[in-house]
């Protein structure tokens, strides 16, 4: 891990779950470290993580924290990012942070690579990771758009509790227990920490994820419809979305509806599109009931698609099914993914 030549990289909120997936897949694609500094909040520092075989001690995360660091993941919190990532720039890194701090910001590459890896030339110290649910859909929808068009987009989502951190897994887990036992539960996680109610999550549907806006719409649904737009730089694209909670760990499903530019397009031709598109695994064969589920996608970078099938009432209509693991190509292995984009077009250079 710790080698001559590379760069140093700091992640920061590094005994998160996100955190500790971004070390995880640092490590399982060999990216070219010459130092690793964990970096935490007050409340962490002092944990002791091994990484590759190396103990490392995890520290407070501080504006001097950052001197000599070329590459900082963050993934602790919005106020985190918007308080360290400018001293992080400050002092010399590129910043690649997975909140939302910084994604709507008009000066800051919102970026996937498989979809715009192009706008990482226009960073100016600080590239934003998009929303779990919208990397896997764009990723899914890019090919679709390059080659027949995109005007319309409805999606609901299915989404993990390890979207909302590990105490929503534990909750999930503990519920689970409790109402099989015939106890009874509290729920006091989600679905959003911070709001009025909370509700079971067992064996139940949750149609809110993050908090209502005065539209109607969920923080977690504006997300998806406005990050799409800038991702696939779609400003007039009709984009509605859905998002839905289930007790599942780990893995988001979408149902996503589009509509295509192009006439004459069949369900086969999306399906051979999307063969060879990249980050892409078609799973698709319901007469051996082959489709992309939650259980199988863990500890994959992939998206899976399947159920591709034309609209019966609009022609340019079509539907597929799309799994991804939330917390790889939705946020740890997207933001590595950056750092190797980052490397690939010449954009970061190694401090000696």
């Known amino acids: 891990m710790n080698q001559s030549n590379g760069y140093h990289v700091a992640v920061v909120g590094a005994t998160g779950a996100v955190g500790q997936q971004m070390i995880q897949t640092l490590v399982k694609e060999k990216f070219p470290i010459r130092q690793l500094t964990l970096l935490s909040s007050a409340r962490s520092a002092g944990k002791k993580v091994t990484v590759d075989g190396v103990e490392h001690t995890v520290q407070e995360a501080k504006p001097e924290s950052f001197a000599g660091v070329d590459i900082a993941l963050f993934s602790a919190g919005g106020n985190i990012s918007k308080e360290l990532a400018p001293e992080a720039v400050k002092h010399g890194a590129i910043v690649v942070d997975n909140t939302s701090a910084f994604r709507m910001d008009q000066d800051i590459p919102l970026v996937v690579p498989e979809v715009n890896e192009d706008d990482l030339h226009q960073h100016n110290g600080i590239i934003a990771n998009p929303n779990c649910s919208t990397i896997q859909m764009v990723v899914a929808l890019e090919p679709i758009r390059q080659k027949f068009g ?142 992309p589920m939650p259980a199988n996608c863990v500890g994959s970078n992939d998206v899976f698609v399947g159920r591709i099938r034309n609209d019966l009432n609009e022609s340019r209509g079509f539907h597929m099914w799309v799994v991804s693991d939330n917390l790889l190509k939705g946020a740890a292995w997207n933001s590595v993914q950056i750092a190797e984009s980052l490397i690939k077009l010449g954009l970061i250079k190694e401090k000696k």
Do not use: W
């Open 150 to 291: 995109l005007k319309k987009v409805i999606v609901s989502t299915y989404q993990a509790v390890s979207g909302a951190g590990a105490v929503a897994i534990e909750e999930l887990q503990n519920q689970t227990k409790a109402i099989i036992n015939g106890e009874t539960v509290e729920p006091k996680i989600l679905p959003v920490k911070g709001d009025k109610n909370h509700y079971q999550i067992a064996f139940n549907a949750i149609p809110q994820i993050d908090k209502f806006q005065d539209n109607g719409y969920t923080y977690e649904e504006m997300k998806m419809i406005n990050e799409t737009k800038k991702i696939m730089h779609l400003p007039e694209l009709h984009v509605a979305a859905t998002c839905v909670r289930l007790p599942v760990a780990v893995g988001h499903s979408e149902s996503v509806y589009f509509e295509i530019e192009a006439d004459g397009v069949s369900a086969n031709e999306i399906k051979e599109l999307l063969k060879t598109a990249p980050g892409v695994v078609l799973q698709d064969d319901p007469e051996n009931q082959l489709y």
